[in-house]
């Protein structure tokens, strides 16, 4: 229990040390496509504690009006960092009629496992958007790892990836759902970047 509790409180010195387990990911999704966030909504799907909203809030006046974090403590934190974000559980906590210009799915779909299909089929019932902005974990067979902890929670309570959706997967689905790709960028053999806009957007 009182584990917990100093994980609730985030403090100048911790706060560094988070940074360092994500800054990597600032590095290699948020700060190349600065222009594709500046000056934009979004609505992040696996917020994680929010230091990189926190960030892009400050540097390209990205605001998360909506974030979805299964995890309590990581909601607790998030909170914290952003005041202004409205946060749920799960996607289908989420309100009907949500409008943004960008949703972020941030290495998600590895935790989604073979969900992944039914959590963006209620997630795009509930949000309309022009853009998609997505990074897959692309673990091989060889990459498969227990989930649960740290940054892999899970609500799914899974023990392996291998049923992480491939690429070729999502976008067929969002082509469905009426998302043209607009870029497709391979950073390493675990990571892909894909941006996705809306054929016919309706603000």
Same mark, same amino acid.
């Given at each position: ?11 100048? #010195? ?50 998360? #009006? ?138």
């Amino acid at each position: 229990m009182q584990e917990k509790t100093k994980e609730k409180i985030i403090t100048l #010195n911790n706060l560094e040390d988070l940074w360092l387990d994500c800054k990597k990911h600032w590095e290699n999704t948020w700060l190349p496509d600065r222009d594709f966030f500046q000056d934009k909504t979004c609505v992040d799907i696996g917020m994680w504690k929010g230091l990189l909203n926190a960030r892009a809030k400050k540097e390209f006046n990205l605001a998360t #009006n909506i974030g979805v974090e299964p995890d309590e403590m990581h909601r607790l934190a998030c909170k914290k960092l952003n005041l202004s974000t409205t946060l749920y559980a799960n996607i289908e906590d989420l309100p009907d009629m949500i409008k943004t210009d960008i949703v972020l799915l941030h290495g998600v779909f590895s935790v989604m496992g073979k969900h992944w299909r039914q959590e963006l089929e209620n997630l795009f019932s509930k949000i309309n958007c022009k853009h998609v902005h997505i990074r897959l974990n692309g673990y091989s067979s060889r990459h498969i790892r227990p989930t649960g902890t740290g940054r892999q929670t899970s609500r799914y309570a899974l023990t392996s990836y291998k049923d992480t959706a491939t690429s070729d997967m999502v976008i067929d689905f969002l082509s469905k759902k009426g998302f043209d790709l607009l870029e497709q960028k391979t950073l390493s053999e675990k990571y892909i970047i894909l941006k996705l806009q809306k054929k016919i957007y309706e603000n």
